[in-house]
């Protein structure tokens, strides 16, 4: 863990926060819980003297420097949620407002100890990208992650749908029409060309692309099929 940070550099990271989740498309109203940190003009003003961020006649953007910055925030809070929202569990509104708490704490190094565990996930569980660490690069592993993308797993495995982050509800509510829903447990029939899964007695043919935002966690104690 980070040593406390002080109110000012919490703020600072809030800001920069504030700025990379503009460039993703948010509105106002979806910033609003970050901006009750009572982020000012003041605050924006430090990044731009630091060299994160310039202005201009559109307002306030990121610089090289302040994105990667930036970046880092945005991957510690996204990895928090996970780590808050799906293995801890708790009350929807606690967890994430832990998750915000705990971004500001994390170091590199924790961020990629619980990305690893994790299985390195592209997605936070509300969708949203997660920037991309070394060890992502890298692709390091534990022995047994506890949560891979649905592709990663092998042929004849069960895994438990645990999250889908699939950024679109027509998606979703096809796949749920199908029982494919968080919770669900799937066994992996076939993963070329299509990727086919079995579950509650039927098979589903799932395109790779929509598959890797299906997050599940490895079931051990069920039985194997051979790889076909």
Request: glycine residues 8%; charged residues 25%; proline residues 6%.
């Amino acid at each position: 863990m980070k040593a406390t940070l002080s109110q000012n550099e919490v703020r600072l990271e809030e800001a920069l926060k504030v700025l990379w989740l503009r460039e993703e498309g948010w509105n106002e109203e979806e910033l609003g819980p970050i901006l009750k940190h009572r982020i000012t003009e003041k605050d924006f003003e430090e990044l731009v003297a630091r060299g994160w961020a310039r202005r201009d006649s559109q307002g306030w953007e990121l610089t090289d420097s302040g994105r990667h910055l930036a970046a880092d925030v945005i991957r510690r809070m996204r990895l928090a949620e996970w780590l808050f929202t799906e293995i801890l569990r708790g009350p929807q509104g606690t967890m994430e407002e832990s998750a915000c708490q705990m971004e500001h704490i994390l170091t590199q190094e924790a961020a990629t100890e619980i990305c690893t565990l994790l299985g390195h996930p592209q997605f936070c569980p509300h969708g949203k990208p997660i920037p991309k660490g070394k060890c992502c690069a890298e692709k390091r592993m534990v022995p047994s992650p506890l949560f891979v993308p649905l592709p990663h797993m092998q042929v004849g495995t069960w895994g438990k749908v645990i999250s889908m982050t699939l950024g679109g509800h027509r998606v979703s509510r096809v796949l749920a029409s199908f029982g494919l829903i968080p919770g669900t447990e799937v066994r992996i029939l076939r993963k070329h060309p299509a990727l086919i899964i079995e579950l509650d007695g039927t098979t589903l043919a799932l395109d790779h692309e929509v598959a890797e935002r299906i997050y599940v966690k490895p079931l051990q104690h069920k039985s194997t099929l051979p790889k076909v």
